[in-house]
C-alpha cells in the first residue's frame, strides 16, 4: 500500500511539474512588437482598408503608411485626381487592381496579425495597423515595394517601419513599378508658404457643412466620424475650400 502510495504521489507532482512547464513555455512564446491580434480577412474596401473578423467582431482596419488609390467615389478620390493629374476613372481602376493585388496575398477568410503603433484608432474609428501576413512580411511594405502606394509618412510611425517603406518606395521608382503616386510629399520635403500663427497639425473638417476644426475648437471632438475630412494645416483646409468655425480661438 505505501509503494502504491509513493507512486500515486509522485505522479501528481510530475503532472504538476508539466502543467507548469506548459504555462510557462506559453508565456514565452514572442509576441508581434507594439502588440499583435490575430485576425481573418473579412472583406477589402481598398487596398489600404480592409474589414476583419476581430474577438467575433467586424472592425475595420486603416493600414499605416499607405495611401492606394481609391476604389470608390468620395471626396478623396476627386482631391487625387487634381493631385495626380489622372482622371477618377482611372484611379479607380488602379485601386481595383491594387485591391486585387492584396487578395493575391491574403484570400477572404485568410489569416493576418495586427500590429498596432502608438495610436490605436484614427479619427473615424478605425483601427491603424501594420498587417503581419502568414509568411510573415507586412503586408504595408509588400504594397509599397509593388508600387502600388507610395510611402505615406506624413504621420509619423516607427522609425524602422518608415526607413523600411521609404526605402521600399525608392527600389519600386527605380525598378519602374512605381503605379501610383500623388504629389503628396512627406512635410519634411515639402515647402509650401505659411501664413503667420497658421495652425500645422491634424485639423478635421466637415464635409456636409465645409468647415474645419482645430483642436482647441469646442466642436473638433463633437464631429460624427462619418463626416469627418482630415487635414495637415489650416492652409490645406483653405485650399480646399473649408472655412474655420467661428466658435473656434
Not at 201 to 222: A, D, F, K, Q, T
Request: hydrophobic letters at 35%; a positive charge.
Amino acid at each position: 500500500m505505501a509503494l502504491r502510495s509513493d507512486y500515486s504521489r509522485t505522479m501528481k507532482v510530475r503532472s504538476w511539474i508539466i502543467l507548469l512547464c506548459i504555462f510557462f513555455m506559453r508565456l514565452a512564446l514572442p509576441v508581434s512588437a507594439g502588440g499583435g491580434d490575430e485576425a481573418v480577412l473579412t472583406q477589402i474596401t481598398d487596398c489600404d482598408i480592409l474589414v476583419v473578423t476581430l474577438n467575433g467582431k467586424l472592425a475595420t482596419v486603416r493600414l499605416i503608411g499607405i495611401d492606394c488609390p481609391e476604389v470608390h467615389d468620395s471626396d478623396k478620390l476627386h482631391r487625387d485626381a487634381v493631385r495626380s493629374g489622372q482622371s477618377a476613372p482611372a484611379i479607380q481602376a488602379l485601386g481595383q487592381q491594387a485591391s486585387d493585388f492584396v487578395k493575391s496575398l491574403v484570400g477572404l477568410g485568410g489569416r493576418i496579425t495586427l500590429e498596432y503603433d502608438q495610436q490605436r484608432r484614427d479619427p473615424h474609428g478605425r483601427l491603424l495597423a501594420f498587417v503581419r501576413l502568414a509568411d510573415g512580411r507586412l503586408l504595408n511594405e509588400v504594397i509599397i515595394c509593388e508600387g502600388y502606394s507610395p510611402a505615406y509618412t506624413r504621420f509619423p510611425f516607427r522609425r524602422d517601419y518608415m526607413k523600411r517603406f521609404r526605402r521600399c518606395a525608392q527600389h519600386a521608382q527605380a525598378e519602374g513599378k512605381k503605379r501610383w503616386a500623388t504629389k503628396e510629399v512627406a512635410p519634411s520635403d515639402r515647402v509650401e508658404s505659411r501664413q503667420p500663427g497658421e495652425y500645422v497639425g491634424e485639423v478635421r473638417g466637415n464635409r456636409r457643412s465645409r468647415i474645419y476644426h482645430l483642436p482647441r475648437c469646442p466642436g473638433y471632438e463633437r464631429l460624427s466620424a462619418k463626416n469627418i475630412v482630415s487635414f495637415s494645416s489650416e492652409g490645406e483646409a483653405q485650399r480646399e475650400g473649408y472655412r474655420k468655425a467661428r466658435n473656434c480661438p
